[in-house]
């Protein structure tokens, strides 16, 4: 099945930095989505990008579907960007909305 | 809107009990699914449905029942608990089956003793 694979696993900002997180996935896809699961647990949809760029607010992501890989990046991060942002795309081409995750960039944000 | 909603939101049971994992949606989504999260890993699809009376099985079904006989509703259920099951349960759901945004209910944490 696809291989979806999230880096870096953990990362460590203060307040203020920028940042890129990525995503690559093994076969080609016609959804990807991202997530954010803040420290008590609630996961987020961040974005639905099966392709190009998109943005919101201090978020923005972009999808090189041709290449398998998509990028979120976190600008003037603040303390409420942490917890764990997972990108996650369809487990066949095709198919259902069956998504398969990655395991995730753990964030960190300090004051 | 409630969006989709999830009870319990704690359980313990012990080892070979039985429970239901209730999810609800109010969003008229024809397609739900259930997941887990175990630490320090993304999460597992255990269960999903496309439509009331369609469900079919994902990554990780062993162990876990479910039914769908309305749009709304689409409990989880564990027949006879195991420790390999403490997990963090989620449901999710999307307006169409093949696609869309995916929203996700707060989470139902399962301890087994």
């Known amino acids: 099945g696809i291989q979806v694979e999230q880096s870096p696993p953990d990362l460590i900002l203060q307040e203020g930095a920028n940042s890129t997180l990525r995503c690559n996935f093994s076969?080609?896809?016609?959804?990807l989505q991202w997530f954010h699961q803040n420290p008590w647990g609630q996961l987020i949809n961040l974005f639905y990008?099966?392709?190009g760029t998109k943005q919101n607010g201090r978020l923005s992501a972009t999808t090189v579907a041709t290449e398998r890989y998509s990028l979120l990046y976190i600008s003037s991060s603040q303390t409420t960007d942490s917890g764990v942002y997972f990108c996650?795309?369809?487990?066949?081409?095709?198919?259902?909305?069956?998504?398969?995750f990655g395991a995730g960039t753990r964030l960190a944000v300090h004051p | 809107n409630a969006g989709v909603t999830q009870t319990p939101k704690f359980q313990v049971l012990k080892t070979g009990q039985s429970m239901t994992l209730q999810c609800a949606q109010d969003?008229?989504?024809?397609?739900m699914s259930w997941y887990r999260q175990d630490p320090g890993m993304g999460l597992r699809l255990i269960h999903y449905?496309?439509?009331?009376?369609?469900?079919d099985q994902g990554e990780v079904p062993n162990g876990y029942n479910v039914s769908r006989s309305t749009t709304e509703d689409f409990p989880l259920r564990l027949l006879s608990a195991a420790p390999s099951q403490t997990s963090v349960y989620f449901c999710?759901?999307?307006?169409?089956?093949?696609?869309?945004?995916?929203?996700f209910g707060a989470g139902s944490r399962l301890t087994v003793l």
């Open positions: 999710a759901s999307s307006y169409r089956t093949t696609e869309g945004v995916l929203t």
């Open positions: 076969d080609s896809v016609n959804n």
């Open positions: 449905s496309v439509g009331a009376g369609i469900t």
């Open positions: 990008i099966p392709s």
């Open positions: 996650a795309v369809p487990a066949g081409r095709g198919g259902y909305n069956k998504l398969i």
């Open positions: 969003m008229n989504h024809e397609y």
